[in-house]
C-alpha cells in the first residue's frame, strides 16, 4: 500500500488526512523535506496559496516538491492546492511562486467576492455514482488548459456554466474545491488509484 503525505504548511490538511485514513491509507502530514521523499503521493490542502508558497520557501520544500513532481510524484490539489500545482497563475500576489506541474493558467478568487462560498452538483469524468455536491470557497478557476491537460470537470449551471473545475494531467489531479470538507470520498479514491497506478 503507498503512503501519501499532506502538505503540512498551513491550510486543511487534518481534513485530507482524515478521509484517506478514512480510506483505509496510511497517510501523514509532510513538513519537512525529508518527509517528502517518504511519500508516494502528495495532496496539496485548501487554504491560502501566497501564504502556504511563501511557507514552503521558508521551509526548504519549494524546489523539493517541484523536483520530485516534475520526476513523476502523483499530487493532487484542492482550491489553494490547485492554485499552487498551476504553472501559470492569474490574480496572484506579486512574486506568488507555484511549484507548478500542470499546464494550465488558473485564476486566483475567481468566483468573486459576492459568490465567496457555494456548492454546486459536479460531475467528474472518472468518478462513478453522480455528481459531487462540491464545495467552492474563494475558489478559483482554470482559464485556460494546455493540450496535456484533460478536463474533468466543469459547473454545469448558472452564470458560471462552462467553467473548468477540475483538471488532470499524467498523475497530477487538480480540483477548485473541497472534497476534504464534504464526507464524499470519491475524489480521493481516484487520486489513491492513481497513486497505484491504477486510474
Ligand atoms: N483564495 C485562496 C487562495 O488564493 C484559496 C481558497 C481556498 O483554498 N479555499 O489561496
Not at 11 to 30: F, S
Not at 132 to 145: G, K, T
Request: aromatic letters at 4%; a negative charge; hydrophobic letters at 40%.
Amino acid at each position: 500500500t503507498p503512503t501519501i503525505g499532506v502538505l503540512a504548511l498551513q491550510g486543511d490538511t487534518a481534513e485530507h488526512l482524515r478521509v484517506l485514513e478514512g480510506l483505509g491509507v496510511p497517510a501523514r502530514p509532510v513538513l519537512r523535506p525529508e518527509e517528502l521523499d517518504e511519500v508516494d503521493g502528495l495532496v496539496l490542502p485548501g487554504g491560502e496559496s501566497t501564504t502556504m508558497s511563501k511557507l514552503a520557501v521558508r521551509y526548504e520544500l519549494m524546489e523539493p516538491m517541484r523536483k520530485r513532481i516534475h520526476e513523476g510524484l502523483p499530487a493532487y490539489g484542492t482550491c489553494a492546492g490547485m492554485i499552487l500545482l498551476a504553472d501559470h497563475i492569474l490574480d496572484g500576489a506579486a512574486d506568488q511562486e507555484t511549484v507548478g506541474g500542470i499546464d494550465m493558467t488558473v485564476r486566483r478568487n475567481a468566483f468573486g467576492r459576492q459568490t465567496e462560498s457555494f456548492e454546486s452538483p459536479i460531475e467528474i469524468e472518472g468518478v462513478d455514482g453522480g455528481p459531487l455536491d462540491a464545495v467552492f470557497i474563494r475558489a478559483p478557476w482554470v482559464e485556460s488548459v494546455g493540450a496535456d491537460v484533460d478536463v474533468i470537470g466543469q459547473v454545469t449551471r448558472g452564470e458560471r456554466a462552462g467553467r473548468i473545475v477540475a483538471v488532470r494531467q499524467g498523475a497530477l489531479l487538480a480540483t477548485s474545491f473541497h472534497p476534504e470538507l464534504t464526507g464524499d470520498a470519491r475524489i480521493h479514491r481516484l487520486f489513491v488509484d492513481m497513486v497505484k497506478g491504477n486510474a
